[in-house]
Nanobody, 119 residues
């Protein structure tokens, strides 16, 4: 079992920046695809950024050019740098890890961290 712990959320003014972190409790993190999901208030969770185990990235159109996903496998950590934040970016951000190869079929979620963007 892998625990994912997010941090870095908070209250920020529109146009500001935040960096979210998600740290896994076990090693071999490089064997996982990782993603950040956003759940706005009263809405469904949606994928905003994803990085495969080999480093390929994918972003939702709403965050392209503003958000950057990165990972440090030595620290078992994935980051989400969020710039030019907008009020519509408000919500709970959760990280997800999906296993590959020997770890295929394993899927883990963090508890989420709240981001609030004030207009």
């Amino acid at each position: 079992q892998v625990q994912l712990v997010e941090s870095g959320g908070g209250l920020v003014q529109a146009g500001g920046s935040l960096r979210l972190s998600c740290t896994a409790s076990k090693s071999r993190f490089s064997m996982y695809h990782v993603g950040w999901y956003h759940q706005p208030p009263g809405k469904q969770r949606e994928l905003v950024a994803q990085m495969t185990s080999d480093g390929s990235t994918n972003y939702a159109d709403s965050v392209k050019g503003r958000f950057t996903i990165s990972r440090d496998n030595a620290k078992n950590t994935v980051y989400l740098q969020m710039n030019s934040l907008k009020p519509e970016d408000t919500g709970v951000y959760s990280c997800n890890a999906e296993g590959t190869l020997l770890y295929r079929g394993r899927n883990y979620w963090g508890q989420g961290t709240q981001v609030t963007v004030a207009s």
